[in-house]
């Protein structure tokens, strides 16, 4: 679906419909002030308004409120301290108290251990043989005082090849706008997010799958709607509470920890309400500068953060058209024109490591290396925005091995899936699902950033044993393998082009750059071996 990022999963347009009809009247707005710091009579000058705070984010600048009042936008405008409010077209939720743990209890150099992949469905995994994974858990499967939070869907928090994993202290649901630590809340009941945990940090344990940092915490960090809806709201929200912030709500407050509350996040999604973010538009301005602060809190704080690229087969450093936005109420979509103006969110957030997705299928040409793999059909790609590539899965150019050219990973029992397997091994009921997407390519360098946070955290931050996140990223994409722009693709590749308006052909996707960094690949594909040595790519 569209909003995890056109995943290969569909949810059902019979569950979009309900999660719009059962909106309630009350619209939800980001409120962004000028100032980096949200002032004391926030929630006055909001209830002046007519409206009420939903969470207050004392350190960057922005509240979350709801109105009924049709003129509660104009009316908060007129205070010169606020430099922008905009409806989110959302609708609230309750709040659960929130349990405050800090994550800044590490030691100088992180406790790791090797790791096994003989679980049932290892012989299955072809995207973790692909980044070489094993070889990896040889030396280290991660380390279990690294946390990856995983913002999106949820995550399935009864998962057998998942619980022990699950970091429930540090997980909660962003749906309303401020965090709510119920496991309830966040659990997964579109299975996306589960999917992208399990390739993150499914456990060695002898059933089900192995996931790329198998010893390391997963934390659910719920930034959606059970239809798949991303708004700013959550968005803004699960950032700032990866970063460890100070949250102000209704009857109370949260204390910002001394560090952040994980080290890694995934995002397999893209911000609704517009899949392109355009900073000359006053209301798309305003949401994109308060998910825009967000993320660089949560960089600041000690986060790296890797996003999904899409799945559109667009050209993100040089977009011509947007046929998607806005995606909310259904219905809403309109033909834009739009230029390098117009930004996706997260991914071309600065700091955010982009990353595109391959499947099994090797390139021809070249110097038939066998590792020179060819871009998912579907991926999105562009100069400066793909940082390096992983496998996300390709249904239509696929190798035997990879069965259907799908990823698989871990999902929730209850939920359908069109290619299931089910391991009768499992000591519960628990199921997984073989899905595509750069949404699913995303988690595999999510994981091997967190091996690599586990391996050599102590390296430049050896007072609390963690790297800054321009180092993960340097070690990410130094440690890629370099994947060269193909000078053959396969009949019927070209068929699949850019997006354009209705009754026109797209243009071609096009592959620049040189050795060593290309607009589809990158640095190249991320390779867990090289990460966990810290050897140069080719």
């Not at 705070?53 to 205070?79: C, H, K, W």
């Not at 108290?97 to 096994?116: C, G, I, K, W």
């Not at 996300?392 to 069109?418: I, K, M, Q, W």
């Amino acid at each position: 679906m569209r909003k995890v990022f056109f995943a290969a999963v569909a949810l059902a347009a019979a569950a979009v419909a309900l999660a719009f009809a059962g909106a309630a009247s009350a619209e939800t707005y980001v409120v962004l002030y000028k100032q980096a710091a949200t002032p004391a009579d926030a929630t006055t000058t909001i209830e002046r308004a007519g409206g009420s705070l939903v969470a207050s984010y004392s350190e960057i600048g922005v509240a979350i409120a709801q109105s009924t009042n049709p003129s509660f936008r104009a009316s908060v405008m007129r205070d010169n301290r606020i430099d922008g409010v905009s409806a989110t077209a959302l609708f609230g939720s309750e709040v659960a108290p929130v349990e405050t743990q800090s994550h800044d209890d590490q030691p100088a150099e992180l406790p790791n251990a090797p790791a096994t992949d003989a679980d049932t469905f290892s012989p299955l995994q072809w995207d973790m043989r692909q980044i070489h994974t094993p070889e990896a858990h040889a030396i280290t499967g991660g380390s279990p005082a690294v946390v990856v939070g995983d913002i999106d869907t949820g995550l399935d928090k009864d998962h057998p090849d998942l619980v022990q994993n699950i970091d429930f202290s540090r997980s909660a649901s962003c749906e309303s706008g401020a965090p709510n630590q119920n496991p309830a809340a966040w659990d997964d009941h579109a299975g996306h997010g589960t999917h992208t945990a399990g390739t993150i940090a499914a456990a060695s344990n002898g059933i089900g799958i192995v996931g790329v940092a198998p010893n390391v915490k997963i934390a659910g960090i719920k930034s959606s709607t059970d239809a798949g809806f991303f708004f700013p709201e959550m968005v803004i929200c699960s950032f700032y509470w990866a970063g460890g912030g100070a949250f102000t709500v209704p009857g109370g407050s949260i204390p910002a920890t001394t560090g952040p509350r994980v080290d890694v996040t995934n995002n397999s999604y893209f911000a609704d309400p517009y899949l392109y973010n355009c900073r000359n538009d006053p209301t798309q301005r305003a949401i994109w500068k308060a998910e825009k602060r967000a993320i660089d809190y949560a960089t600041k704080r000690g986060v790296t953060s890797v996003s999904a690229l899409g799945n559109d087969s667009d050209d993100r450093a040089h977009p011509v058209f947007d046929t998607t936005s806005p995606d909310f109420p259904p219905g809403s979509e309109e033909e834009r024109e739009i230029t390098n103006a117009c930004v996706v969110i997260p991914v071309e957030v600065n700091g955010v490591v982009g990353v595109s997705a391959v499947g099994s299928q090797r390139q021809t040409d070249n110097d038939d290396d066998p590792n020179d793999f060819l871009k998912s059909f579907y991926s999105a790609y562009g100069v400066g925005v793909t940082e390096v590539t992983a496998p996300g899965g390709d249904s239509v150019f696929f190798t035997p091995e990879s069965v259907n050219g799908r990823v698989l990973s871990t999902y929730p029992f209850e939920l359908p899936c069109a290619r299931r397997r089910q391991d009768e091994a499992m000591p519960g009921p628990s199921a997984y699902c073989y899905l595509q997407g750069t949404s699913m390519a995303s988690p595999h360098a999510a994981g091997v950033a967190a091996l690599i946070v586990s391996r050599f955290g102590d390296l430049d931050s050896p007072q609390n044993g963690k790297m800054r996140p321009g180092s993960v990223a340097a070690y990410l994409e130094g440690t890629a393998d370099p994947q060269p722009c193909p000078t053959t693709l396969p009949p019927g590749y070209a068929a699949f082009t850019r997006p354009a308006p209705a009754g026109q052909v797209g243009a071609p996707q096009e592959c620049q750059g040189g050795p060593g960094n290309t607009s589809w690949y990158g640095s190249g594909q991320v390779d867990a071996l090289r990460a966990v040595t810290h050897a140069t790519g080719r």
